[in-house]
């Protein structure tokens, strides 16, 4: 796998993980006219449940993924790629609606913690060189 391949997965890496810390910057600055009203807490279980499924899910499907790339005689850059974009984007789909909530109502420590665990996974998913060869 060449340089510039690597190169163009971590950019794609770096604009997934940029769109939820720009979010939450802006979600933190932004004054509340009122006080926030507060929501079922259902909404809370249910973006836990989003952390506790669907994350696990969507690294389960970029180790397959990776898994077919091995196998193969000549391993390809494309189920690297298709890999880590799905399970960045379910990490950024967990941080994202987590936020919103947060957003609409207040910041609960559940919701603090999905924000924290998705963008930590996704910072720790940060793409080598090595994950194929």
């Known amino acids: ?19 939820p810390l720009m979010t939450l910057i802006v979600l933190n600055q932004v004054p509340q006219q009122q006080p926030p009203a507060p929501l079922h807490p259902t909404v809370d279980i249910i973006c836990m449940a989003m952390l506790i499924v669907l994350v696990p899910v969507g690294f389960l499907v970029r180790s397959i993924f990776l898994r077919r790339a091995r196998a193969e005689a000549a391993p390809s850059l494309n189920a690297l790629v298709v890999g880590n974009v799905i399970f960045w984007s379910v990490c950024e789909g967990t941080c994202f609606t987590s936020m919103i909530v947060a957003f609409i ?21 940060f793409p080598r060189q090595p994950q194929i060869a």
Not at 1 to 19: C, H, V
Not at 109 to 124: R, T
């Open 1 to 19: 796998m060449g340089e510039r391949s690597i190169l163009n997965l971590r950019i794609i890496w770096g604009a997934l993980i940029f769109g």
């Open 105 to 125: 109502s207040s910041w609960t420590l559940p919701l603090k913690l999905c924000v924290a665990a998705a963008l930590l996974l996704q910072f720790l998913s």
